[in-house]
Each structure stands twice: as structure tokens, then as C-alpha cells.
């Protein structure tokens, strides 16, 4: 068990790119969550998938964003036409269904957009 | 009312000090809380949980009272290593998805 594995750690991309991150779970872990965090703020929820089903989707998620976890274990966040404000930290968690709220999260990922 | 409410600090605090975290939350539905510490640049881990009226692990203690919606964190005999943004997390209010605060940030020094 490697833990939460993102990749990549960093990523700089143009004004109006697509970009793709992706997510590995602990193995075992059938839960798992999208967060993003920006400077001075707590992580703010994105997305939440149990096994491959996409349960539940913040009003942040705009339509340029979208989340998937086609086999119910990695997950890939896609931010369509980057905007400036998309510059973030992008976190990946993962938990068990046993074990409420006892996240472990990934090194995320973090995105600068210029 | 803000969902989750910490004072932001810093706190700077000797080495050897008391220090101790105020958190309030506005959703009285929620079952467990935890506190999570972030190191500058690095991801959240899981410190404490919190399912009852309060949980203690070592110099760390978490105290809950749901009359007030109120939880804290005291950290005793504070060391260099406790140097970090500790976030306050209630959970279960009808979701999956933990609602973090903004974070208190601990410095501690020499």
C-alpha cells in the first residue's frame, strides 16, 4: 500500500488548455474525493465517487470541469478551457466505506495557469 | 453563518506551551469531527477524531460540546514539529463530503 498516488505534482498550462489529472486510490478504498485548495483556504469539495458512481458534485464543479472513475479505482479530473482562476492546488482523498470521514489524501496536484 | 469558523492565528507559541484551537460549526446534524493537520505546501492528515464528547491521543486533546456546536484541540508541552495549519472538520450532516475550515496556524518556536 503506496498510499494516494496523483499525478502530476505540478502542472503549468495556457489561458484556454485542457488539462488531466489523475488519481490512484488506496487499493482497497472504494470512496473517493476531489478537493481543491488555494491559498489561505481550507480544501473545498469538488466531486465524490463510491466504487465508479459519481454520488455527489459540488456547485463548484462548473460544466469545463468533469470527473470520472470509469473501473471504480483511478479517477482522472479533466479542467476544459483553463481560466486564471482554475490556479489551484487539486487534491485527491480516498476512504474506505467502514471507516466514516477517515480520508487519506494524495500529494495533489498543482496547477498554474498563465 | 460560515459552516466551519476558526480563528486563522497565527498562533506563535514557545516550545514547551499550551495552546488550544477554537472551531464552531453551524450544522447540527453532524455525527463525528475531525482535526486535520497541513504542513506548509503538503496535503492534510488525519491528527484526531471525534465521535463522542471528546477523544485524547498522547499531548493531543479534542473536546466536543454539541450543545454549543463547539469543538477544540489542546496541544500540551507543544514541539517544533507541531509547527502547522490545523483544520477543524465536522462530518456526516446527510454527506460523504468533509467541510473543512480555513485552518488555524500554529507556529511554534524555540
Known amino acids: 500500500d503506496t498510499g494516494v498516488s496523483q499525478n502530476p505534482r505540478h502542472k503549468i498550462t495556457k489561458r484556454g488548455q485542457n488539462v488531466t489529472f489523475r488519481c490512484d486510490p488506496i487499493?482497497?478504498?472504494?470512496?473517493l474525493y476531489w478537493y481543491r485548495q488555494t491559498l489561505g483556504q481550507g480544501p473545498e469539495f469538488l466531486t465524490y465517487f463510491q466504487n465508479e458512481a459519481q454520488l455527489e458534485k459540488s456547485r463548484l464543479l462548473s460544466d469545463r470541469f468533469s470527473a470520472e472513475r470509469p473501473k471504480g479505482s483511478f479517477s482522472t479530473l479533466e479542467i476544459q478551457r483553463t481560466e486564471q482562476g482554475d490556479s489551484a492546488m487539486y487534491l485527491c482523498?480516498?476512504?474506505?466505506?467502514?471507516?466514516?470521514?477517515?480520508?487519506?489524501f494524495g500529494s495533489g496536484t498543482r496547477l498554474t495557469v498563465v | 453563518r460560515k459552516e466551519v469558523e476558526q480563528d486563522p492565528g497565527p498562533f506563535n507559541v514557545p516550545e514547551g506551551a499550551t495552546v488550544a484551537f477554537n472551531c464552531t460549526y453551524s450544522?447540527?446534524?453532524?455525527?463525528?469531527f475531525f482535526w486535520y493537520r497541513q504542513d506548509c505546501r503538503k496535503e492534510p492528515k488525519l491528527l484526531m477524531s471525534?465521535?463522542?464528547s471528546g477523544n485524547e491521543d498522547g499531548r493531543f486533546t479534542a473536546q466536543l460540546n454539541r450543545a454549543s456546536q463547539y469543538i477544540s484541540l489542546l496541544i500540551r508541552d507543544s514541539k517544533l514539529s507541531d509547527s502547522a495549519t490545523y483544520l477543524c472538520?465536522?462530518?456526516?450532516?446527510?454527506?460523504?463530503?468533509?467541510?473543512f475550515g480555513k485552518g488555524t496556524k500554529l507556529s511554534v518556536i524555540p
Open positions: 487499493s482497497e478504498h472504494n470512496r
Open positions: 471525534v465521535y463522542s
Open positions: 450544522n447540527s446534524a453532524s455525527q463525528s
Open positions: 472538520v465536522p462530518w456526516g450532516a446527510g454527506s460523504y463530503q468533509l467541510t
Open positions: 482523498a480516498s476512504s474506505h466505506l467502514d471507516r466514516e470521514g477517515g480520508y487519506t
